[in-house]
């Protein structure tokens, strides 16, 4: 069973960036089609990016211009680099396959915050 760990969330003003990293255990990474998820509180997790086995990516409306999703096969990781932060894009973020596909086991995930 793949082991997902999310990091590189905080706090940052408005305007900023951060960038999320995911790294799975296993080598069988790179076969995956993967993507970054949110949730907030009473909320349902919502898909914000996803990224094909060989790099093909797509986004949400909420974060299309702001965030790039990428994949290190080799590094067995994934990122988000997150340009431009908003007050709404304040959520823990998750990685995991692409929706419609079976999960991994859910990782922690990262809080990623948006204030001033």
């Known amino acids: 069973q793949m082991q997902l760990v999310e990091s590189g969330g905080g706090l940052v003003q408005p305007g900023g960036s951060l960038r999320l990293s995911c790294t799975a255990s296993g080598n069988i990474f790179d076969i995956f089609a993967m993507a970054w998820y949110r949730q907030t509180p009473g909320r349902q997790r919502e898909a914000v990016a996803t990224?094909?086995?060989?790099?093909?990516?797509n986004y949400s409306d909420s974060v299309k211009g702001r965030f790039t999703i990428s994949r290190d096969n080799a590094r067995n990781t994934m990122y988000l680099q997150m340009d431009n932060l908003k007050p709404d894009d304040t959520a823990v973020y998750y990685c995991n396959r692409v929706p419609g596909t079976p999960a991994f086991a859910w990782g922690p995930g990262t809080q990623v915050t948006v204030s001033s």
């Open positions: 990224i094909t086995f060989d790099s093909k990516t």
